[in-house]
């Protein structure tokens, strides 16, 4: 079966942004869910930009939320699953470059460095794709909260965006 998608509407946000100013802050986050369907293991993959409109005014989210099959045997081994947030950030950031000019841009990975939790076995690995990909040192738990909120909320399906 071929993953759901719905993809993030990079158009979208790019005119959205070309109306902001350069004072306009913007994160980008990704949060996923593992969960078993028909005996196959799932993911939902939330992903979301935030414009932090002039760095004072709120925000405007942009996201999506796509479904796809985690191939991943052990779910105490999250590493495809976390990666593939990691790949998400990274894409939509790249789609995004050209426009996001010289504002204040975070990518945000739903990841824990602190050694109790299971996320800690990709921290250095996505932390270091997304230096090599973007050349952006990124946030982690505590610290990545369009991740670690906004995505995950999006997710829970506690916030639409607006039609």
């Not at 050694?115 to 270091?128: H, T």
């Not at 738990?141 to 399906?157: H, N």
Request: hydrophobic residues 40%; neutral net charge.
């Amino acid at each position: 079966m071929a993953a759901l998608r719905k993809e993030l509407d990079i158009g979208e946000i790019r005119d959205y942004l070309s109306t902001q100013s350069a004072e306009s802050k913007v994160y980008i986050g990704c949060d996923s869910s593992r969960y078993k369907r028909h005996g196959l293991w799932w993911a939902d993959y939330a992903l979301v930009v935030v414009v932090h409109i002039d760095a004072k005014h709120g925000c405007k989210i942009f996201g999506c939320v796509t479904t796809e099959r985690d191939y991943a045997a052990d779910k105490k081994k999250p590493s495809y699953r976390l990666m593939n947030e990691c790949y998400k950030v990274s894409e939509a950031y790249l789609a995004l470059y050209d426009v996001l000019g010289d504002r204040e841009v975070e990518l945000h990975l739903d990841i824990n460095p602190d050694p109790r939790w299971v996320s800690n076995i990709v921290v250095q690995q996505a932390i270091g794709y997304i230096k090599a990909s973007c050349g952006v040192t990124p946030m982690v738990k505590p610290e990545a909260f369009a991740a670690s909120y906004a995505a995950d909320r999006l997710a829970a399906g506690l916030f639409q965006q607006a039609a």
